[in-house]
């Protein structure tokens, strides 16, 4: 099965063609094409989503072209029209599309043209989710034109398995039984107020770091010391697996108040610690679910995950516990949003919906 996947649920624009095979159950990616207005927000510290959805529209028609291109499916001297569907109709099975969460502008320019090659192409559309498009990231087997892999430790992918999902906008624990159909997804806990990476892209703006904070803080930190700060690593003891990041953020903001002139040291000290602050609370209230939902994997999943420092200290609590557990994480390149993931979680929940049905839902959740 040959699907093609459509990704615009905040700054980037993604398209991606993946073959599957339904016996071994085995994701390839042949493209993988992002575009990003990254550098206009980091200007601005944040995204401004008029400005997101402006860049889609004009990005989205030359993204699919390139994916399709790279997946040699579309003729390179060919001048025919991506929409002309009397002469052309490319040999894909199905179009997958990220409904949402997201932001609304950003999803309709997403939305809107999967509806439209779906008609145009006669072909099958499915409505992905975001979030569990993150998920199945872990579930790519081949990814060849990038070269990476995915890091399991122990063992492959068994059910059932906790997954952490740690984006921008989203923290969340989750039992997975099974592919959603079958077994279905049991949301276990979240953040109660910022997200992991929005604690990240805050407090990066806190400490002049530029959009996205992720990325920076982890750059600068390699330079400081986890133990110059001592944050706090809210709920971390807590009984339920809610977490709670914006605390962490007042108290960068309290610290940054006393210092009177923040220089490159400091920056890497603070980026350091808060770091290690975010980084102790997710790895231990994920191994305290995965323990106690006795489950044989732990995925990883969303922007978050991409970071180093999380990835070596899972790998490490995991080892030194003598867990029998296996962890999945992502390559780093598929941590963030992209196409590759929304087709792979497609095939995997193969669940058409006729096009005048599908609507882009910014609010849509596990729950
Ligand atoms: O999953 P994603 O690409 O988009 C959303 O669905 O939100 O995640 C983006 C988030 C941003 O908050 C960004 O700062 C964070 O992921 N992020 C990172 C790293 N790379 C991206 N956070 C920590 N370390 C990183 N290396
Ligand atoms: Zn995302």
């Known amino acids: 099965m040959t699907i093609l996947g459509i990704e615009t649920s905040c700054d980037e624009t993604s398209a991606s063609v993946i073959t599957a095979n339904s016996s071994d159950q085995k994701v390839k990616v042949l493209s993988n094409v992002i575009a990003s207005s990254l550098s206009l927000h980091s200007k601005t510290g944040g995204i401004i989503p008029e400005i997101a959805a402006r860049e889609q529209i004009k ?14 499916l579309y003729p390179l001297s060919s001048k025919i029209n991506l ?10 099975d199905a179009i997958a599309v990220t409904v949402g969460p997201g932001l609304i502008g950003s999803l309709l320019v997403g939305v809107e043209t999967a509806k439209t090659l779906s008609f145009a192409w006669n072909k099958p559309l499915i409505p992905v989710n975001h979030l569990i498009g993150h998920i199945y990231a872990n579930f790519i087997s081949e990814n060849p034109k990038l070269n990476t892999k995915r890091l399991t430790l122990n063992a492959d992918v068994e059910f059932p398995a906790i997954v952490l999902v740690v984006s921008g906008g989203h923290t969340d624990l989750l039992l997975m039984k099974d592919h959603p159909p079958a077994g279905g997804l049991k949301w276990l806990g979240g953040t109660r107020d910022d997200a992991a990476g929005e604690a990240f892209d805050k407090i990066a703006r806190l400490i002049n770091l530029p959009y996205p904070g992720g990325p920076a803080i982890e750059k600068a930190a390699k330079e400081g010391n986890p133990k110059a700060f001592n944050f706090p690593r809210p709920m971390i003891g807590s009984n339920d697996l809610d977490f709670s990041f914006s605390g962490l953020k007042t108290a960068v903001l309290r610290e940054v108040k006393t210092i009177k002139q923040l220089n490159n040291e400091t920056i890497a000290n603070i980026s350091a610690s808060v ?8 790895v231990s209230k994920t191994l305290k679910t995965a323990e106690k939902y006795q489950v044989k994997s732990i995925l990883l999943s969303g922007g978050v995950s991409a970071n180093q420092k999380l990835r070596d200290e899972f790998k490490l609590k995991i080892e030194n516990l003598k867990l029998k557990i296996a962890l999945s994480v992502p390559p780093k390149n598929l941590c963030t949003d992209n196409g590759a993931m929304i087709a792979a979680a497609a095939f ?15 609010e849509l959740y596990f729950k």
Request: proline share 11%; no cysteine.
């Open 59 to 72: 990005y989205i028609i030359p993204v699919v072209k390139q994916s399709l291109i790279e997946s040699n």
């Open 348 to 362: 995997f929940n193969y669940k058409p919906v006729p096009w005048q049905k599908i609507t882009a839902n910014p």
């Open 275 to 282: 770091q290690q602050a975010i980084i102790d609370v997710l």
């Open 83 to 92: 929409l002309s569907s009397t002469v052309y109709r490319p040999n894909i």
